[in-house]
């Protein structure tokens, strides 16, 4: 069994910052991409952005410059530092991995989603 647990999200002010987490736990051999995503009130669920294990990045136009995503692979974690934040940044956010298991002799690569965190950017 596989578990993705945010943590982070919150109330925050225009122009402020927040630092979401994500940690994988559970039977699992190897993380691979690891990523956010978004789904603001009324709209479909979007990608913020990825991360592979060896570091590479992807964002979303709508945050590149303002968001790092980042990622811990002994610690099977990742993060999302969101800067200059602005009130349509409002969604819940969602924790993503595409995680390796081990089911008796065999590999089982699935993809996971966490529970989801509320991001709130409001005066």
């Known amino acids: 069994q596989v578990q993705l647990v945010e943590s982070g999200g919150g109330l925050v002010q225009p122009g402020g910052s927040l630092r979401l987490s994500c940690a994988a736990s559970g039977s699992i051999v190897s993380v691979n991409t690891m990523g956010w995503y978004r789904r603001a009130p009324g709209k479909e669920r979007e990608l913020v952005a990825t991360?592979?294990?060896?570091?590479?990045?992807r964002y979303a136009d709508s945050v590149q410059g303002r968001f790092t995503i980042s990622r811990d692979n002994a610690e099977n974690t990742v993060s999302l530092q969101m800067n200059t934040l602005k009130p349509e940044d409002t969604a819940v956010y969602f924790c993503?991995?595409?995680?390796?298991?081990?089911?008796?002799?065999?590999?089982?690569?699935?993809?996971?989603w966490g529970q989801g965190t509320q991001v709130t950017v409001s005066s």
């Open positions: 991360i592979t294990r060896s570091g590479n990045t």
């Open positions: 993503n991995a595409d995680i390796y298991t081990r089911i008796f002799f065999e590999l089982s690569l699935n993809n996971y």
